[in-house]
């Protein structure tokens, strides 16, 4: 199964003093990447909330293998884990998009709430057949 | 009803991977949540209900309903006794 990519610049702003790409920041381009996919499948956040639910970022892992700097160009790669529970987990890498070598790679997790705060265990309906969708266009195990 | 609680609490064990835990510290009467019990949290929920699904079928929508039938193993066997039945 493909991985899902964009291709990502790194601006001036997003360095530190020691010229590479702050840690945090590579977050940043993995939002964008998780938001091409979620509009993709009409699951971006106002539709989320829409349907009743929002989905905050429970877990977050990451390993930084080799630093990326100003003007770089980037691939986000992105791919869904499938899930027995209702629960979302993207897998992600960021790799230079010239050279080709590994810069960060990891995985974030997220559950679904209902707008009273409460945690969802099974998804239903339109969602359930939205997330469905996308999990199956872009699931990868390994 | 006691086989019963004693499956539920080593299915806990077992799905939750708890290393420090036997399903005879569980004490039938004990919360699941929070620090006066087994510590368990809302992610450790969502794990036991696909498992509660799979081993009974008995299913547990949403939080709202989980913090009555987590509140112990008791309430746990009598909710799956009643949706069984």
């Known amino acids: 199964m493909p991985w899902h990519e964009t291709l990502i610049r790194v601006r001036f702003n997003e360095v530190d ?8 920041n590579y977050f940043i381009y993995v939002e964008a990447a998780r938001c091409e996919i979620l509009e993709r499948f009409d699951l971006l956040p106002d539709a989320l909330w829409s349907h009743g639910y929002t989905a905050p970022v429970i877990r977050l892992s990451a390993d930084f293998k080799a630093p990326a700097r100003f003007n770089d160009r980037l691939t986000v790669r992105m791919a869904i884990r499938p899930q027995e529970t209702a629960k979302l987990v993207f897998a992600f ?30 998804l239903t309906g339109e969602l359930a057949d939205k997330v469905q969708a996308m999990s199956d266009s872009l699931s990868r195990h390994s | 009803m006691d ?8 299915m806990i064990v077992t799905t939750l991977l708890l290393e420090e835990v036997s399903p005879e510290d569980i004490a039938d009467e004990a919360p699941l949540f929070g620090q006066e019990g087994l510590g368990l949290d809302s992610v450790d929920a969502l794990q036991l209900v696909v498992q509660i699904e799979n081993d009974y079928g008995v299913i547990i929508e949403n939080e709202e309903v989980g913090r009555e039938v987590f509140a112990s193993i ?12």
């Open chain 1, 17 to 24: 003093p020691w010229g590479v790409v702050w840690y945090a």
């Open chain 1, 93 to 122: 890498q960021i790799v230079h998009h010239e050279r080709g070598h590994l810069i960060m790679q990891g995985e974030t997790e997220q559950v679904l709430l209902n707008h009273r705060g409460s945690m969802i265990y099974r």
């Open chain 2, 3 to 10: 086989t019963l609680k004693h499956e539920l609490k080593q």
């Open chain 2, 74 to 85: 008791n309430h746990l066997a009598d909710f799956i006794a009643a949706k069984r039945s």
